[in-house]
């Protein structure tokens, strides 16, 4: 590095330390031209600022009621043909007894994505929030992308502000980040150019955001994307979460290609993975919360994610299809006791957290003696972050 490049380096660390908001150009500049340990050392100073030693978990479950899709994105090994070989429609009764699975094991959150299927009314995906939520009302219902709640106000022509709101008052807790890909249009309009663009996405989380209700924030990275595309997702992010608060959580999500129409690029590197964790920590100043999805980056590299910005490492998740049908060679699921693990051998100290990030306290004598279908006991507290 030249002295023009250590002098730079040396404005950004002084930026970090007096928590100084980065911009567009400090960005470009520690992705490009700081090596990555530098970038994880910066990236640790603002995590241990926002959340001390404390890494997050929670105990969660996936519902995807279908893989069936009116889109086709470049990106997407998940999605099916309404005919295709391996189409799926879960029935009410497959649903509930997910949901009932979820509530047995003590999870606190369902997270609840799938398909656009082009066949089953508006009514059919309100359905399944109210029979989960009226069955099962302590879960917490984490349901559907931006890109669903699109699909939701084409089905029907009514605004998605409405529509939430609906859903809302049927038991839906908060919105997932997915759907998010990439909002440069260079980008967007060549792996997913028909579903919601980035004006809606972001949008549509205002409007959750304006009702009341927490949501994550996703970014798809290690395709056809390059860094001024990642400064101009994250930036949009930010200047949003100025405006209202309400993203919790933002989840760098990597690109698996195995399967897809993108097939023939490399699945990003440990390092690249690294590197954009540790960018969208110092990035996103106004965000609490960055997750290092395990299911995604593999276990080791989510546990080094720790030291590289990340203070969550999502939960034991439990049925995951979508990344799994692209590659992903994680577990399905981990429990309690291997996430604890993996967190303390990282150096940081679990937390069990609900969605909302209050922290919940279980009963282990209970816990240790449970079985299926005996609910585990839990107190809520409220005063994580």
Same mark, same amino acid.
């Given at each position: 590095m030249?002295?023009?490049?250590?002098?730079?380096?040396?404005?950004?660390?002084?930026?970090?330390?007096?928590?100084?908001?980065?911009?567009?150009?400090?960005?470009l500049?520690?992705?490009?031209?700081?090596? =990555?340990l530098?970038?994880?050392?910066?990236?640790?100073?603002?995590?241990?600022?926002?959340?001390?030693?404390?890494?997050y978990?929670?105990?969660?479950?996936?519902?995807?009621?279908?893989?069936?899709?009116?889109?086709?994105?470049?990106?997407?090994?998940?999605?099916?043909?309404?005919?295709?070989?391996?189409?799926?429609?879960?029935?009410?009764?497959q649903i509930?007894?997910?949901?009932?699975e979820a509530?047995?094991?003590g999870?606190?959150?369902?997270?609840?994505?799938?398909?656009?299927?082009?066949? /089953?009314?508006?009514?059919?995906?309100?359905?399944i929030?109210?029979?989960?939520?009226?069955?099962?009302?302590r879960?917490?219902?984490?349901?559907?992308?931006?890109?669903?709640?699109?699909?939701?106000?084409?089905?029907?022509?009514?605004?998605?502000?409405?529509?939430?709101?609906?859903?809302?008052?049927a038991?839906?807790?908060?919105?997932?980040?997915?759907?998010?890909?990439?909002?440069?249009?260079?980008v967007?309009?060549?792996?997913?150019?028909? /579903?919601?663009n980035?004006?809606?996405?972001?949008?549509?989380?205002?409007?959750?955001?304006?009702?009341?209700?927490?949501s994550?924030?996703?970014?798809?990275?290690g395709?056809?994307?390059?860094?001024?595309?990642?400064?101009?997702h994250? &930036?949009?992010?930010?200047?949003?979460?100025?405006?209202?608060?309400?993203f919790?959580t933002?989840i760098?999500?990597?690109?698996?290609?195995?399967?897809?129409?993108?097939?023939?690029?490399?699945?990003?590197?440990?390092?690249?993975?690294?590197?954009?964790?540790?960018?969208?920590?110092?990035?996103?100043d106004?965000?609490?919360?960055?997750?290092?999805?395990?299911?995604?980056?593999?276990?080791?590299?989510?546990?080094?994610a720790l030291?590289?910005?990340?203070?969550?490492?999502d939960?034991?998740v439990?049925?995951?299809?979508?990344?799994?049908?692209?590659?992903?060679?994680?577990?399905?699921? =981990?429990?309690?006791?291997?996430?604890r693990? &993996?967190?303390?051998?990282?150096?940081?100290?679990?937390?069990?957290?609900?969605?909302?990030?209050?922290?919940?306290?279980?009963?282990?004598?209970?816990?240790?003696?449970?079985?299926?279908?005996?609910?585990?006991?839990?107190?809520? =507290?409220?005063?994580?972050?």
């Amino acid at each position: 590095m030249d002295r023009t490049a250590e002098y730079r380096l040396a404005e950004i660390r002084d930026k970090v330390q007096n928590n100084i908001r980065l911009t567009y150009d400090d960005g470009l500049f520690l992705d490009q031209q700081v090596d =990555l340990l530098t970038l994880g050392e910066l990236a640790n100073i603002v995590r241990e600022r926002k959340n001390g030693n404390i890494a997050y978990y929670n105990v969660n479950e996936h519902l995807n009621p279908t893989n069936v899709c009116v889109y086709r994105c470049n990106f997407c090994a998940f999605r099916s043909d309404l005919k295709g070989p391996r189409a799926y429609v879960m029935s009410d009764e497959q649903i509930l007894e997910r949901a009932r699975e979820a509530n047995d094991r003590g999870c606190t959150e369902l997270h609840i994505v799938g398909g656009l299927h082009h066949l /089953k009314p508006y009514e059919w995906y309100l359905n399944i929030i109210r029979i989960i939520h009226n069955a099962f009302p302590r879960l917490h219902l984490k349901a559907y992308t931006a890109v669903e709640w699109d699909w939701f106000a084409r089905l029907t022509g009514r605004p998605t502000k409405d529509i939430l709101a609906e859903f809302r008052d049927a038991g839906l807790g908060s919105l997932p980040g997915g759907g998010a890909e990439i909002f440069h249009p260079e980008v967007r309009e060549r792996i997913c150019e028909h /579903k919601a663009n980035a004006e809606n996405w972001l949008r549509i989380h205002q409007e959750a955001h304006e009702l009341g209700l927490r949501s994550n924030a996703t970014m798809l990275y290690g395709h056809i994307e390059n860094s001024h595309h990642r400064l101009d997702h994250l &930036l949009r992010l930010r200047e949003l979460q100025d405006r209202t608060g309400g993203f919790q959580t933002f989840i760098p999500l990597a690109f698996h290609p195995d399967n897809t129409k993108l097939a023939h690029l490399s699945k990003p590197s440990v390092l690249m993975d690294l590197r954009v964790m540790a960018l969208s920590r110092l990035m996103l100043d106004n965000f609490p919360h960055i997750k290092a999805y395990w299911i995604m980056l593999g276990i080791p590299t989510a546990q080094i994610a720790l030291s590289f910005g990340a203070d969550d490492i999502d939960g034991t998740v439990v049925h995951e299809k979508i990344y799994h049908d692209a590659g992903s060679t994680s577990p399905q699921e =981990l429990t309690v006791e291997e996430i604890r693990r &993996l967190i303390l051998e990282a150096g940081r100290t679990p937390v069990e957290r609900d969605t909302l990030y209050h922290e919940v306290i279980r009963d282990h004598a209970v816990s240790r003696q449970w079985s299926p279908g005996k609910p585990l006991h839990l107190e809520v =507290l409220t005063t994580a972050n």
